[in-house]
């Protein structure tokens, strides 16, 4: 992991209340990884805007500007972010500083409408 900030840590405003947006934590993990937003090859958001009907995209470009003010990102904005069930997204914020060299079984980039992954092999004994 290179970069970790939470957006109330630069607003100031426990839990970042009243927004749903955290760009300036987003920014400030890009210029510690020496990247920009046009490097990143998908973006990942913990709320389904369509809810609550299913989805696993989101295209909603002023949506997306919210998220991620193009002010702060060299005016790049994304075509489409990804959505990811809320817990599912804290569940796997947790494995990167866990003490393991192996995701758990539930980890998966896949999006939601894909098969189950098949069952973990057993972890290296060295």
């Known amino acids: 992991m290179v970069a970790f900030a939470e957006e109330e840590r630069f607003s100031r405003r426990k839990h970042h209340k009243d ?3 955290c760009p300036v934590a987003a920014a400030y993990c ?4 020496g990247i920009t937003l046009a490097d990143v090859d998908e973006i990942a958001i913990a709320f389904n805007p369509a809810w609550p009907t299913p989805s696993v995209i989101c295209t909603d470009a002023e949506l997306i500007a919210e998220l991620l003010d193009p002010a702060l990102f060299g005016h790049h904005r994304p075509r ?3 959505v990811v069930e809320h817990h599912l997204a804290h569940a796997t914020s947790a494995f990167p500083p ?11 980039t896949a999006p939601a409408t894909a098969s189950p992954l098949p069952s973990p ?3 290296p004994t060295d």
Request: hydrophobic share 35%.
């Open 19 to 21: 927004s749903r947006s």
């Open 30 to 33: 890009l210029s510690e990884a």
């Open 80 to 82: 489409q972010v990804t």
């Open 98 to 108: 866990a003490a393991s060299t192996r995701p758990p079984s539930w980890w998966s």
């Open 121 to 123: 092999t057993a972890p």
